[in-house]
């Protein structure tokens, strides 16, 4: 693994990851994206990890892709960019794919792919004085590829003036628009983050990896096949070993 750029430990159930690039604001290159798909394999091989924890050294969680990297890339072709943009599209496949709750843990700033990186993470615990935003465009850029959680998190109102303005967020305000999910106190942050992870570790691996993949699933999908699959995903959660056990131990409460 590219120990130069994410740190990684195992804690319990709980593999926390954490991008370290704190002199560049954990700017995400390429080496970067390596790092972080070899870590996602590694949660994703390990019986013993049920939860992945994602948060960024120093003071901020990313500012996003690595502008030097990002203007060398305009004398490359737009093949070899379409390749380089698409594996890091691979982390974010593979975050909605892992059959693991990960949580973005952010303080500071996360914007830019800074953002989107959080965002393609399940849940996004944010202390009360961080901040998101998408300024690419400030900067002649797209933020092309983060849309796509965007556009599934809010309505096309917001996300076009979100896109367009590249105006920064307080946690509250991402908050109130649906674009995160929780905003802890800055003076017990670590230890509500360590709550909820605890919480996501020590719940059926079976019943989390299930419901994951059928709530992603939904997206699009007419209500009748919505239903459908919540009635096949029902009848495999019936068979699991720990529904059964959950059931008897509270059958006999």
């Not at 919540?230 to 059958?251: C, I, K, S």
């Amino acid at each position: 693994m590219s120990a130069d750029r994410i740190l990684a430990r195992t804690d319990g159930a709980v593999l926390h990851v954490t991008l370290n690039r704190p002199d560049k604001r954990n700017a995400i290159d390429v080496s970067m994206v390596e790092a972080l798909l070899e870590a996602l394999t590694t949660a994703e091989l390990s019986s013993e990890v049920r939860v992945v924890a994602l948060r960024g050294a120093g003071s901020d969680f990313s500012a996003g892709a690595d502008l030097a990297e990002l203007l060398a890339s305009a004398e490359r072709s737009a093949e070899a960019n379409a390749e380089s943009a698409e594996r890091m599209g691979q982390v974010f496949v593979r975050m909605r794919e892992l059959p693991r709750p990960v949580v973005a843990v952010v303080h500071g700033r996360a914007v830019a792919g800074g953002f989107g990186l959080a965002s393609a993470c399940d849940i996004i615990l944010a202390r009360e004085d961080a901040s998101f935003g998408y300024p690419e465009v400030q900067r002649g850029f797209v933020p092309a590829m983060v849309m796509a959680m965007l556009r599934r998190a809010v309505g096309e109102k917001v996300a076009f003036d979100l896109v367009t303005t590249g105006r920064l967020l307080t946690a509250r305000q991402a908050l109130d628009l649906g674009l995160i999910s929780r905003v802890l106190p800055t003076e017990s942050f670590e230890t509500d983050v360590a709550h909820v992870l605890g919480e996501l570790g020590a719940l059926s691996p079976s019943a989390v990896a299930l419901t994951k993949r059928q709530l992603y699933a939904l997206d699009g999908m007419e209500f009748q096949a919505a239903i459908k699959l919540g009635a096949q995903v029902n009848a495999v959660a019936r068979g699991m070993p720990d529904f059964r056990e959950a059931v008897e131990r509270f059958l006999k409460r």
